[in-house]
């Protein structure tokens, strides 16, 4: 039946993004090699948080940054589902509202960094998102993964893995070379640099 037919095969990376760092753009670019994907949705969280640590930029700073990053590559997409539902940014509800969208062509492949899917048990319905996508873990720097260490139970039994570049980049490494006024060199793309200067985000 061809409209059953599965016709693009479709990343999506959640994240907070505050702000998106060559960390994340090379995670993506991992997955779209490794997995033949082919597009990679950069999904933003909203700015409702309701454990500790919300984000110091709003929603639609970190959404515009991620359009900046993400601009040049054809098979990138910026995604503000997230920011659209009201409340606080659950991946079920991501990946329910994108299967909505998207209907039964697109094939979900759930692109986590290590630590995320180490702790995935913890994410509500953890077992629902294992059935909405294929979750793929990607390596980050002292992250040590391997998916036949967990019981059958845990989302990530399943994840395909994928070692990835190993950048040494965090988002809060980021925020505290701009608020300590350092230099971040290559670790953000010129774009959103500059979209930081001129916004004077992460100021100290
Ligand atoms: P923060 O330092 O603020 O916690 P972060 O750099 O981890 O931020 P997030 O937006 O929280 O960035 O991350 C989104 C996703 O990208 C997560 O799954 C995270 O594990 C992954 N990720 C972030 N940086 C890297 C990296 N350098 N290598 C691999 N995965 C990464």
Do not use: C
Request: proline share 3%; no cysteine.
């Amino acid at each position: 039946m061809a409209s059953s037919r599965i016709t693009k095969r479709l990343g999506v990376f959640g994240g907070t993004f505050d702000p998106i760092h060559k960390g994340h753009v090379a995670v993506a670019e991992a997955a779209l090699e490794s997995l033949n994907l082919n597009e990679v949705m950069f999904v933003v969280t909203s700015d409702q948080w309701l454990r500790g640590n919300p984000p110091q930029a709003t929603a639609e700073d970190r959404f515009r940054m991620v359009e900046l990053a993400v601009e040049n590559v054809l098979e990138f997409i910026a995604s503000d589902v997230d920011i659209l539902r009201e409340g606080s940014t659950y991946t079920v509800d991501t990946l329910r509202d994108l299967r909505a969208q998207l209907g039964d062509s697109s094939e979900l492949f759930l692109i986590v960094g290590a630590d995320s899917a180490i702790s995935m048990d913890r994410w509500k319905e953890a077992s629902v998102i294992a059935e909405l996508a294929t979750i793929v873990a990607v390596g980050r720097p002292a992250e040590q993964f391997d998916s036949g260490l967990f019981d059958n139970s845990h989302p990530a039994s399943g994840a395909e893995y994928v070692e990835g570049p190993m950048i040494d980049v965090s988002a809060t490494r980021v925020r505290d070379l701009f608020s300590t006024g350092q230099a971040v060199g290559d670790l953000v793309d010129e774009k959103v640099s500059g979209y930081i200067e001129k916004r004077n985000l992460y100021h100290g």
